[in-house]
């Protein structure tokens, strides 16, 4: 039988979606009252890097190691994978030695071709493409701080990028309504926004953007890869800042959300994480509960059709 994989968030069904975040909920809490909870124990996630990461990395070791596993950090720098060992031999070999296996990458390409070589589930830690991980936090975030998301308006400012791409596939999956506020030639992908229909919208002007919202979510305007773009892009994005005063403009409710790490002076102001309606740092760290329930719903997807 071939595994699970988490690509995307069109890999899972919305029920399947909503039991991650009632199980990312649950186990932040066994966490706080100190109770431990090791159903992975023995297993053993593999983690590829091909780009930099701080929350990714951790939250996964640190995760697998709290859910009673472990974890091994594989850079392309220090396998055969940085000399040319192809994609499907690589993946042959450590899914037949390995639990999971996470892979931060590049093309997207990458993580179609290894998975369909892998007798293990494969995880995207952010792609160019698509950033999945981050939306089981950022919805966790949401339901614990505001409660359901379902017929909310969330607006997505600044690149239309991988992250975008994931918050246009959670505004169907999870059932929520997306504007995106972004300057001319930098649109979120065409055929997404074309399978979101009435789910997504662009408004450019970020005044008329915010109006109404309950979450305003930005990223960095250069991501990994685009370092050469990033000076032009600080001109190019101008006018695009998400400050207190846009804030002021959305639900009185608002949450602010931010995938980290944040450039205060170029997405954000200098003030706007210590503002009290941003939940970055919640945010941030529900990766680790999110991820948790990732990796024991597919490493051990028996426990979670007993729940
Ligand atoms: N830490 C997440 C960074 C997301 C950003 N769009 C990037 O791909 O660099
Ligand atoms: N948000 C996020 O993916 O952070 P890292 O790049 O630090 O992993």
């Not at 472990?70 to 060992?85: H, K, M, N």
């Not at 990033?230 to 800042?241: D, H, T, W």
Request: negative net charge; proline residues 5%; glycine residues 6%.
């Amino acid at each position: 039988m071939s595994p699970r994989h988490f690509l995307t968030l069109q890999d899972c069904t919305p029920a399947e979606l909503e039991h991650l975040i009632q199980r990312g909920m649950q186990l932040k809490k066994l966490r706080q009252q100190g109770i431990a909870c090791e159903p992975l124990k023995g297993r053993v996630l593999g983690m590829i890097f091909e780009k930099s990461s701080t929350r990714t990395r951790v939250s996964f070791e640190a995760g697998m190691f709290q859910l009673g596993g472990s974890a091994l950090f594989l850079s392309p720098r220090d396998t055969q994978l940085g000399r040319g060992e192809p994609l499907a031999d690589s993946a042959i070999v450590m899914s037949s030695m390995l639990d999971a296996i996470m892979i931060r990458t590049f093309a997207h390409s990458t993580l179609t071709e290894f998975a369909a070589h892998s007798s293990a589930p494969i995880i995207n830690g952010l792609s160019d493409d698509h950033h999945p991980c981050q939306l089981l936090a950022d919805m966790q975030t949401y339901r614990e701080l505001r409660g359901c998301i379902k017929d909310k308006t969330v607006v997505w400012f600044g690149d239309g990028n991988n992250m975008c791409s994931s918050y246009i596939e959670a505004a169907v999956q999870y059932g929520f309504n997306l504007v995106v506020s972004c300057p001319e030639g930098f649109d979120p992908d065409a055929e997404l926004m074309r399978w979101a229909g009435s789910r997504a919208q662009i408004i450019r002007d970020p005044k008329q953007a915010v109006q109404g919202a309950h979450v305003i979510s930005t990223d960095v305007w250069a991501s990994m890869g685009q370092e050469a773009e990033a000076q032009a892009r600080i001109k190019q994005f101008a006018g695009y800042q998400v400050t207190r005063e846009l804030l002021d403009l959305a639900d009185p409710q608002v949450l602010f959300l931010h995938c980290l790490p944040a450039h205060r002076g170029e997405e954000i102001s200098h003030d706007l994480l210590e503002d009290p309606r941003s939940g970055v740092w919640t945010q941030a760290e529900n990766r680790l509960h999110a991820q948790k329930a990732l990796l024991e719903f597919l490493i051990k997807p028996s426990l979670v059709s007993n729940d």
